[in-house]
């Protein structure tokens, strides 16, 4: 059996802490997943991994080794395109999780550039606005939008996005529109959260250098990209967004801007990737052409 292969095996087990999850993920039969760790096991003449009725974890010695193998898999995936003069032959999975809206308005789109250089490479594209785990859930990268929390992870600066505050020109015809911050209370702010129950609805504006805050009424609270900008486009409130997302409907009349001199300040854009001293080189090109994208696209360096 080849060791290389039981190894991989292995290195997601131990990632995802299932059998049935990594089965999944490997695209083979929970029996086969098994009858690998046997094996390798067996090979290594030790027990690699705990079995409970509720989870799978790592021994002393299995942790050893997930650490070396991580670090293993990913030179041979250098090595076997250390003479490659044409990236095109660059092969294997590629799992990337990026913002919903990002996903569909812009990468998705034009995706099949980066397919027809690298036919061989098997691209997983993941959109959700929740934060996945990119280790635990065996992501290769994943873009980000917004401030990073502390991470272990290694991000990538790309750039920021300018933002915008806008309503609807509906919710404007009906409501009229501020016009300075007081203004504020005398209308409705749609609140963009990750968890619900989370606090009052918050006006946010960079001035002076510094970022602040006014509470203000609320018509309602999503947690979503997609739901946010539906419940603008309704009348519902105000949002504050990314000016890139909003061009469209701001040129075509269906988002009017205001308080222009109180935007809140550039998100910036970033690509994380765990710590590896050998980053396997599709992922680095598919960084490389990201990146390159998001600049055509409007991300200000």
Same mark, same amino acid.
């Given at each position: 059996?080849?060791? &290389?292969?039981?190894?991989?095996?292995?290195?997601?087990?131990?990632?995802? /802490?299932?059998?049935?999850?990594?089965?999944? =993920?490997?695209?083979?039969?929970? /029996?086969?997943?098994?009858?690998?760790?046997?094996?390798?096991?067996?090979?290594?003449?030790? *027990?690699?991994?705990?079995?409970?009725?509720?989870?799978?974890?790592?021994?002393? %010695? +299995?942790?050893?080794?997930?650490?070396?193998?991580?670090? &293993?898999? =990913?030179?041979? #995936?250098?090595?076997?395109?250390?003479?490659?003069? #044409?990236?095109?032959?660059? /092969?294997? $999975?590629?799992?990337?999780d990026m913002p919903t809206a990002m996903a569909r308005r812009l990468v998705l789109p034009r995706l099949r550039e980066f397919i %027809? *250089?690298?036919?061989?490479?098997?691209?997983?594209?993941?959109?959700? %606005?929740? *934060?996945?785990?990119?280790? !635990?859930?065996?992501? %290769?990268?994943?873009?980000?939008?917004?401030? &990073?929390? #502390?991470?272990?992870?290694?991000? $990538?600066?790309?750039?920021?996005?300018?933002?915008?505050?806008?309503?609807?020109?509906?919710?404007?015809?009906?409501?009229g529109v501020p016009h300075t911050l007081e203004d504020l209370q005398q209308h409705l702010l749609i609140d963009y959260v990750s =968890?619900?129950?989370?606090?009052?609805?918050?006006?946010?504006?960079? !001035?002076? +250098?510094?970022?602040? *805050?006014? =509470?203000?009424?609320?018509?309602?609270?999503?947690?979503?990209?997609?739901?946010?900008?539906?419940?603008?486009?309704?009348?519902?409130?105000?949002?504050?967004?990314?000016? &890139?997302?909003?061009?469209?409907?701001?040129?075509?009349?269906?988002?009017?801007?205001?308080?222009? #001199?109180?935007?809140?300040?550039?998100?910036?854009?970033?690509?994380?990737?765990?710590?590896?001293?050998?980053?396997?080189?599709?992922c680095r090109v598919f960084m490389d052409w990201m990146e390159g994208l998001l600049v055509e696209y409007g991300v200000v360096r």
């Amino acid at each position: 059996m080849n060791k &290389l292969e039981l190894l991989k095996t292995f290195v997601r087990v131990a990632e995802l /802490s299932s059998f049935t999850l990594a089965s999944d =993920a490997l695209g083979l039969p929970r /029996s086969s997943v098994s009858e690998q760790i046997r094996a390798l096991e067996q090979l290594m003449n030790t *027990r690699l991994l705990l079995r409970t009725t509720r989870k799978v974890q790592t021994t002393p %010695d +299995g942790q050893v080794l997930y650490e070396r193998s991580k670090d &293993l898999l =990913a030179q041979m #995936d250098e090595v076997e395109s250390l003479f490659r003069q #044409d990236n095109a032959a660059l /092969s294997g $999975r590629l799992r990337v999780d990026m913002p919903t809206a990002m996903a569909r308005r812009l990468v998705l789109p034009r995706l099949r550039e980066f397919i %027809d *250089r690298h036919p061989l490479i098997e691209m997983e594209i993941s959109s959700t %606005d929740r *934060r996945v785990d990119l280790v !635990r859930e065996g992501f %290769d990268c994943v873009i980000r939008v917004g401030e &990073l929390p #502390d991470t272990s992870l290694v991000a $990538r600066n790309v750039g920021h996005f300018n933002m915008i505050n806008c309503v609807s020109a509906g919710y404007a015809e009906r409501y009229g529109v501020p016009h300075t911050l007081e203004d504020l209370q005398q209308h409705l702010l749609i609140d963009y959260v990750s =968890a619900f129950g989370a606090g009052n609805a918050m006006f946010e504006y960079h !001035r002076d +250098g510094k970022d602040h *805050r006014i =509470a203000m009424p609320s018509s309602v609270k999503v947690n979503n990209v997609e739901a946010y900008e539906a419940a603008c486009l309704g009348g519902l409130g105000i949002v504050q967004s990314p000016l &890139l997302s909003k061009e469209h409907q701001l040129q075509r009349g269906g988002l009017v801007e205001i308080l222009p #001199d109180y935007k809140p300040a550039p998100m910036p854009v970033s690509l994380l990737y765990a710590h590896r001293r050998h980053l396997p080189q599709r992922c680095r090109v598919f960084m490389d052409w990201m990146e390159g994208l998001l600049v055509e696209y409007g991300v200000v360096r």
